[in-house]
């Protein structure tokens, strides 16, 4: 009993606690249209047993996902995983929607603020709108990604698809999903960021 209790802890001081990056989104990060594989978040999985091994990967991402319906969701997600590391992807759908900014960013803060009081980090993750839903509504739909951001001190992306909407190619028939071959870029916008919460 001695024995395999010295094993664990040496295993342990080896290879380090596991840890925990839970990515909380919709579609954009649940594969939408394409093999769940070719997500980039089973991408970061791979990336991440090479240089972070530690950390593993839950994707509690859920297609058609809003703000509200995430603040729903979030405490018993956080109660099951206790992620150290929380990827919050969400508010896309509510701005496609043209929910009032007020909700969105309400929503938006009240999450933040249960991950944080579970020691939880954050990565924030922006997003835009096309410019058919007028120039006021976008400027203030991105400012409120901008703002929870400065506030709450978070790690954050302006926009998942920094680079991919230049090129038609990389999103399927519906125009708004990234098809399988944008997923690494989509990977490498968001690396550099979640870098610096890695432990």
């Not at 990336?47 to 703000?67: C, D, K, M, W």
Request: proline share 6%.
């Amino acid at each position: 009993m001695v024995r395999m209790m010295c094993l664990l802890l040496i295993s342990m001081s080896c290879h380090g606690e596991t840890r925990t990056i839970v990515v909380f989104g919709d579609s954009l990060s649940a594969a939408y249209g394409i093999q769940s594989d070719q997500g980039w978040v089973t991408l970061l999985s791979s990336r991440l047993e090479t240089e972070f091994p530690q950390y593993h990967v839950i994707n509690a991402s859920v297609s058609g996902e809003t703000t509200g319906g995430g603040l729903i969701r979030l405490p018993k997600t956080l109660e099951i995983h206790k992620p150290d590391i929380l990827i919050l992807e969400l508010g896309g759908n509510d701005g496609l929607r043209g929910y009032p900014i007020s909700k969105i960013e309400g929503n938006l803060n009240a999450m933040i603020r249960l991950a944080q009081s579970s020691n939880t980090k954050i990565l924030l993750i922006g997003m835009v709108l096309p410019p058919n839903y007028g120039r006021r509504y976008t400027k203030a739909y991105e400012a409120l990604f901008k703002r929870l951001a400065f506030h709450n001190k978070l790690e954050f992306l302006p926009q998942l698809l920094d680079g991919v909407t230049s090129a038609r190619a990389l999103f399927q028939p519906d125009g708004i999903h990234p098809t399988k071959e944008a997923q690494p870029l989509l990977l490498d916008n968001i690396w550099p960021l979640l870098s610096n919460l890695l432990e």
